[in-house]
């Protein structure tokens, strides 16, 4: 062995050798997801709006805006809290890792943040052709701002039920169903009949497509590795997840689809906000059951 070779092994640092013990990523985090499919999914569903039914979008560009500006803070500030260092956080940037996850997505939610807070300023000064131009690359921007937790969970080793393909697909469903679900609300009477029905299907699709993606992990999942089959038994049976998820699995999804083909055969809109309010309190708690029971699972 060279010298050089016997030096570097002498001076090796061990900088962990145990498994964290218990939960690493607590509800910050949660939040930190949720804040962020609000505010990526407002942008999605007022871009719908703008191809389908333009004439609702005139007096919500503004509330738009500034409601995405307000959750992609929470979600940005939430993030912060959840550092190990947070005032080392300038290291990011000026010490970049671009194979990180958390590099990508900072620069990436910093620049959404940027554009957003234009388009604050172009919807206050009413310039609706410039707020236009910049909001089609503020939609384009958002997909991979709500996409970048499913690279986040998926480069976790040993967390088999953090998977990349389906953990893309549950972001942007969380966006647009968060978004629908929002923007009802945000709408008012702002919107026509017609643009709620629409904002209604985007909900009701988005709760099914997920529910689906759910319920097949959860009876699929077992089956392809024995580390998705202990993780899940915190939420079958006696588990002490098992009320929170079903509970998260009914109000983000089945009973919020129920309401909307109820609303759509009464044409009521209190029955569509009900569903609206629902999904978004749902949403919680689906996404906190998922990010914690894997962390439940003892690594050794």
């Given at each position: 062995m060279a010298a050089h070779e016997i030096l570097a092994a002498t001076n090796a640092v061990v900088t962990l050798d145990v498994a964290l013990p218990g939960i690493v990523w607590p509800w910050f985090v949660t939040m930190n997801m949720w804040a962020k499919s609000i505010g990526t999914g407002v942008i999605f569903m007022l871009f719908v709006l703008m191809r389908m039914h333009p004439e609702s979008v005139k007096n919500l560009r503004l509330p738009t805006a500034i409601s995405a500006f307000v959750f992609i803070n929470i979600f940005l500030l939430f993030t912060l809290a959840d550092l190990h260092q947070p005032f080392r956080m300038w290291h990011i940037f000026f010490y970049p890792h671009l194979t990180s996850?958390?590099?990508?997505?900072?620069?990436?939610?910093?620049?959404?943040?940027?554009?957003?807070?234009?388009?604050?300023?172009?919807?206050?000064?009413?310039?609706?052709?410039?707020?236009?131009?910049?909001?089609?690359?503020?939609?384009?921007?958002?997909?991979?701002?709500t996409l970048y937790t499913a690279a986040l969970l998926a480069q976790c080793t040993a967390r088999e039920l953090w998977q990349m393909p389906a953990e893309s697909a549950q972001m942007i469903l969380a966006a647009t169903l968060s978004g629908s679900a929002f923007m009802i609300l945000l709408g008012g009477n702002k919107l026509t009949y017609e643009a709620k029905q629409t904002l209604g299907v985007v909900l009701g699709l988005s709760a099914l497509m997920a529910f689906i993606i759910y319920m097949s992990e959860y009876v699929f999942g077992p089956m392809k590795?024995?580390?998705?089959?202990?993780?899940?038994?915190?939420?079958?049976?006696?588990?002490?997840?098992?009320?929170?998820?079903?509970?998260a699995q009914w109000m983000t999804f089945i009973i919020p689809m129920g309401l909307i083909l109820l609303s759509r055969s009464s044409k009521s809109e209190a029955i569509l906000k009900l569903a609206a309010i629902l999904a978004l309190v749902g949403l919680f708690m689906v996404k906190h059951v998922w990010l914690i029971i894997p962390q439940l699972l003892p690594m050794s």
């Open positions: 996850a958390i590099t990508i997505g900072s620069f990436m939610a910093s620049a959404f943040l940027g554009l957003l807070t234009l388009l604050v300023f172009l919807a206050w000064k009413k310039q609706d052709e410039t707020y236009d131009k910049v909001f089609l690359w503020v939609t384009i921007l958002a997909i991979p701002v590795a024995e580390e998705i089959a202990a993780t899940l038994e915190y939420i079958k049976g006696d588990g002490p997840y098992t009320v929170m998820f079903w509970l």
